[in-house]
């Protein structure tokens, strides 16, 4: 399979990048320009030169994502997934009146108007057939259940990326495209923290094996969990 991963530079992107290629798929690794490529990635590009394609992919600037996607088009014709996993997660645990207004705009600029960006622009190249899937990396957060009173702008964004792909769902129904906002688990990266239970490798097996449709999911919405599990919206 052919697949793109957004915000591939490090933590889960980086792992599902790697996961992918060792299971022999082709990634496109979406990367920011203005962010400095980790030597894992640089390594794994070393190892696997035909396998992986570092693509300048900044989900906040629209060209970049239309670029992308012409490249892509240009190099392989179409791609079979789309996984949107670029996030961003600030100002954590505020009271309301503590926000940075902009820092809740630039959550949502990352964290919703970044995955309708990419989609807006790869779903042309999407392949149709029956291993066509889009995936966006949601959590936990993002649910009703999982409000406590503080992380403002990524859980009111998470909530709304599930809603994008819930409607994405619906748009694409009638075709073999599976829609899915996935909830990796709490991970051990820079946004997760060390004393998280997971590794990202253990999340981005779990993801792979749903892409490439090993799981049953027997969900009522496309809100899942990274074992396959439903999640509550
Ligand atoms: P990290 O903070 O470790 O990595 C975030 C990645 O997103 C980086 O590669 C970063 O790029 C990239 N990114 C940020 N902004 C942009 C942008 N504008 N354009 C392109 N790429 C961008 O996060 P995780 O790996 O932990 O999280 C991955 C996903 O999983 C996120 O969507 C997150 O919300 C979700 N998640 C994570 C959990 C956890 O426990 N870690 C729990 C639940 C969900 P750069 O390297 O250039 O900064």
Redesign the pocket.
Known sequence: MKLLV????????LALTTVSIKRGHTVFA???EQ?DRTEALEQLQTLFPKQLMILP????EESTCDHAAQHVKASVGTIDAIIN?????TERDKRIEELDMNEVHKTFN??VY?PMRVIKHFLPILSRGDQAGIIN????AGSFANAYGGDYPYAMS?HALNMFTEQLRHALKGTDISVLAI?????Q????GQD?PLS?QEAANGIVDIIERKKHIQASSSFIDFKGQPMQV
């Open positions: 957004t915000g591939a530079n490090r933590g889960l992107g979406g990367v920011r962010g992919l900044d989900i906040t996993n670029a996030g961003l997660l990352v964290n970044g990396i949601s959590s936990e998470k909830h990796p688990g709490w991970m990266t820079d946004m997760g998280a990202p």
